[in-house]
């Protein structure tokens, strides 16, 4: 399971052509906690937060985000990509009171697996 998900992690980071841009990649997989529709007002919640962070702070280069449309038991519920220039970006990205917030309401609906990775276009890294 841990590698399939790595997979589609890396899949995911990929298939966005602005991604192609040499950076670092927070990559989020989220996984709806049981109960939790995405008609849930927190989960909407979450999504207006998401939506909130590249107004906020100011190191997102790129964020993009989505519901997954796929039916495939391994698949995430939610996913979100955010490009950062480096790492000492990506750490003032996650310290960031809006991020923090976000993170906030995404514990209490979500269960997620996070990749953070440099990556540069054409090349894949170890």
Same mark, same amino acid.
């Given at each position: 399971?841990?590698?399939?998900?790595?997979?589609?992690?890396?899949?995911?980071?990929?298939?966005?052509?602005?991604?192609?841009?040499?950076?670092?990649?927070?990559?989020?997989?989220?996984?709806?906690?049981?109960?939790?529709?995405?008609?849930? !007002? $927190?989960?909407? &919640? *979450?999504?207006?937060? /998401?939506?909130? +962070?590249?107004?906020?702070?100011?190191?997102?280069?790129?964020?993009?985000?989505?519901?997954?449309?796929? !039916? $495939?038991?391994? &698949? *995430?519920?939610?996913? /979100?990509?955010? +490009?950062?220039?480096?790492?000492?970006?990506?750490?003032?990205?996650?310290?960031?009171?809006?991020?923090?917030?976000?993170?906030? &309401?995404?514990?209490?609906?979500?269960?997620?697996?996070?990749?953070?990775?440099?990556?540069?276009?054409?090349?894949?890294?170890?």
């Amino acid at each position: 399971m841990k590698k399939a998900t790595f997979f589609l992690l890396v899949a995911f980071a990929f298939s966005f052509s602005s991604y192609a841009q040499e950076g670092v990649h927070h990559l989020v997989l989220f996984k709806l906690k049981p109960g939790i529709e995405k008609t849930d !007002e $927190r989960f909407r &919640a *979450a999504i207006v937060l /998401l939506q909130e +962070l590249p107004k906020e702070i100011p190191q997102i280069i790129d964020l993009r985000a989505g519901g997954n449309f796929s !039916e $495939r038991p391994i &698949a *995430a519920d939610y996913g /979100l990509m955010v +490009l950062v220039a480096n790492d000492k970006a990506l750490q003032a990205y996650l310290e960031h009171p809006a991020h923090k917030a976000a993170a906030t &309401a995404w514990k209490e609906i979500a269960d997620w697996m996070i990749a953070d990775f440099w990556a540069s276009a054409g090349k894949v890294q170890e």
